[in-house]
Each structure stands twice: as C-alpha cells, then as structure tokens.
C-alpha cells in the first residue's frame, strides 16, 4: 500500500471514529477501565462536608486549623490490542471485511485509551505473532498503531489464539487490560487464555459476517476456506444445505461465546454490517455494572 494512500486511510479511520470516542465512547470506557488504587494528591483546608476522616492531624497540629489529606484515583493503565488478521478475516459480504472492522476497532480502542492519557499497545498475530508494538503514550503512537494494522500484509493464513496468549503473558510485564478481536475460530487455546487472564485483565471481541450465519439461495457455490485452502461445493437453493450451513455456524459461535465465558473473559460481538459502538458500550456498562 502506498504510504500516502496508507496515510490518507489512516486520517478518513481517525475522522470516523473520532466522534464516537468523543462523545460516545471516552466517558464508559474510563468507568470501565479504571486505575488500580488511590495516589496522593494534595493536602488542603478542612471544607464543611469533608470526610473528618480524611483529616491529616499533622499538618492540622502545625497550622492549627483541620486540613485534610486528598487522593485521586491511579488512573494510568496499560491497554494491549491483540489482533487476529488470519485468512478467515478476509471475509466480508458487505461494506468491510472482518479484519478491516478490526482495524477500526483498534482505532477506537486506540484512541479512547490515549484520551484517558493511558499507554496503548498492539500486536498482529495469525498463527504466529507477526508484529509487535510495546505499549506508549500520544497520539502520534496510536495513529502508529491504527497505520500498521492497516498496512499490515499478514504472512501466515493460520490462527494460534493460543500462541498469542502465551506471547503476551511473557512480554507484558505489567498489569494490562487485554482486547483480544478476533472470530476466535480456532481451538486449544483454554489453558493459554487462563494463564493471561491470570496475569491480566482479558476482553473478547468477536467478529462476525452476516454471511457466515444465512446464505442466500444463489445455486451452487464454491467455498473456499482462507486459512487451510479447502473448497467445498453448496448448493445454496437446498433448504436443507441452507438449514445445516446455519446450524454448524450457529453451533460455532455458542461455542466460542461458552468457552469464553468460561474463561471468565467479558466478550462483545460485533458484525462487519452493523454499527459496532453500541455493543462495546453495552460491554463496558456490564462491566461497570459489575463493579
């Protein structure tokens, strides 16, 4: 991809998503996410209405008058965006691919934890990690992140969910929150996945194409599979094709979305053809909610 087609791309995803984060997305993601404990702040005169607990009796016995002691939250986090861009991203049967819906996910995602001054990394993995971007600060960082997810041409077609979790529990040293946005069409990865939920706090984003749950009555069609090169023939006009296409893929996803929640990983799923900003909401509040 050319860099200035590359960066042109980079500033239409920044546009679209910015509003979102703005106005919809910054305030539920800092309820959310929020830091690990309480950090000094200052100390100040005693107000009507304070917290008589909060009194600091030193600097009260110097002065004497009440002064109280204030803290504020640690805010600071470490986000980590884990993205699958495996051949079974390519898909997309309306405005945008998976993987493309996953870079903009990591947009928003990038974007909201830079407006909460938190430090914000990525890594690319299919069924080996593919880059890796320690986590920093500012804005110019994360317009870094959402540009190399962009243009990143993935070498492998496979999926190790279970290699990326054991990836990261090694590389993050600290405490992170950890979005993992794949269509976790893969399997074995449960010890991997526990083991990082273990050291980290561990979100599931999920993607998903309309197509891969209802196909239309076309007549035959070929499929290919992206990641193993296999192709299978349908006949599309079969109600009963139709009716098993729908049942193995149903089976699919309850079948990620059980074992993730078994896991204990908050998940969200978001689709190629819908707006996607409503279900990360409704993810933080459940979050939030939680607390």
Known sequence: MLTQELMRQVRL?????KRSVTETFSGE????????GMEFDEVREYQPGDD????????????????????????????????DLSGSGTFG????????????????????????????GAMIFTDRVELFIPPAKGRRHALRIVRDVLAHEPKSRGTDIAGACEHLAHALKKRAVVFVVSDF??????NAAALLRRKHDVVAIRTEDPL???????????????ETGRIVTVDTLSKRSRARYAEAAIERREGAE??????????????????????LVELFR??????
């Open 93 to 120: 049967s309306v405005e945008r691919t998976k993987n493309a819906l996953a870079a903009e996910l990591c947009c928003v995602l990038a974007f909201a934890a830079t407006g909460a001054s938190d430090k914000v």
């Open 13 to 17: 995803l920044e546009l679209r998503t």
């Open 212 to 226: 891969e749950l209802d196909l239309p009555p076309v007549g035959l069609v070929e499929f290919e599979d992206a």
């Open 185 to 190: 069409l893969d399997e074995g990865y449960d």
């Open 258 to 279: 059980k074992r993730l929640r078994r896991l204990g990983l908050d998940q969200a799923l978001v689709r190629t053809g819908e707006p996607y900003i409503h279900e």
């Open 29 to 36: 993601y800092r309820s959310a996410f929020r830091g690990r």
């Open 286 to 291: 459940r979050r939030e909610q939680r607390r």
């Open 52 to 83: 008589v607990r909060s009194i600091d009796w030193n600097v009260t016995a110097r002065a004497g008058k009440p002064y109280i002691k204030r803290f504020v939250e640690e805010r600071e986090l470490t986000v980590m965006l884990a993205v």
